[in-house]
């Protein structure tokens, strides 16, 4: 059974940096190379949206233009891990964050979160002004 877990969330100020990860069970690292990988992230009272993603062919990237230029996404297929890492937080990136995945998303998929049969259950991410 594939299950997602993220990791690395937590407190920061504006203008700080966090790093998460999304660690990936249930599947051998060859497999998991097949896997397109999203970060979503939900604040209160708004509904879920995509942040990042990275696919499983040539590891193309796609990011939400909010976080253009501060956020980063990469994958460790060894380790099954996916991470985001997060530079000059505001306070309007505080919401939970998920990581999602299914196998051979595609590019043009990579954002939408009906195309991504595994959730993790999320970490939430505090930015203080």
């Known amino acids: 059974q594939v299950q997602l877990v993220e990791s690395g969330g937590g407190l920061v100020q504006?203008?700080?940096?966090?790093?998460?990860?999304?660690a990936?069970?249930?599947l051998t690292p060859l497999?998991?190379?097949?896997?397109?990988?999203?970060?979503?992230?939900?604040?209160?009272?708004?509904?879920?949206e995509?942040?990042?993603?990275i696919v499983w062919r040539?590891?193309?990237?796609?990011?939400?233009d909010s976080v253009k230029g501060r956020f980063t996404i990469s994958r460790d297929?060894?380790?099954?891990?996916?991470y985001l890492q997060m530079n000059s937080l505001k306070?309007?990136?505080?919401?939970v964050y998920y990581c999602a995945g299914?196998?051979?998303?595609t590019t043009q998929a990579m954002g939408v979160m009906t195309s991504h049969a595994y959730w993790g259950q999320g970490t939430q991410v505090t930015v203080s002004s």
């Open 102 to 105: 299914d196998r051979f998303t």
């Open 50 to 53: 995509f942040v990042a993603a």
């Open 31 to 48: 497999t998991f190379s097949t896997y397109t990988i999203g970060w979503f992230r939900q604040a209160p009272g708004k509904e879920r």
């Open 91 to 95: 306070p309007e990136d505080t919401a």
């Open 58 to 64: 040539q590891d193309s990237t796609n990011y939400a």
């Open 24 to 26: 990936a069970s249930g």
């Open 14 to 22: 504006a203008g700080g940096s966090l790093r998460l990860s999304c």
């Open 77 to 82: 297929n060894a380790k099954n891990t996916v």
